[in-house]
């Protein structure tokens, strides 16, 4: 895959998605269906949330705080 399939996350989307950080990095959730988006490719996962921040996506500490975005 290419980072452009990704281009929702941080385009059409970007509000339904936050980044939840975890002990190794991100997780990417949507708040709207409760699901994450799992990349296997870590460099590629690297890119599509280093995209996601420069876009401005929201970054929270723990799920807890969702309930506050």
């Not at 895959?1 to 990704?6: F, G, N, P, R, S």
């Not at 936050?18 to 269906?33: E, H």
């Not at 929201?58 to 506050?68: G, I, P, Q």
């Amino acid at each position: 895959m290419k980072i452009d399939e990704y281009s929702y996350l941080w385009d059409e989307e970007k509000n339904n998605h936050v980044l939840i950080r975890a002990k190794k990095g991100y997780a990417i959730y949507n708040k709207s269906n409760s699901l994450v988006t799992i990349i296997e490719d870590n460099v590629l996962a690297a890119a599509v949330i280093d995209k996601m921040i420069e876009s401005g996506v929201k970054v929270c500490d723990s799920f807890s705080e969702l309930d506050n975005k």
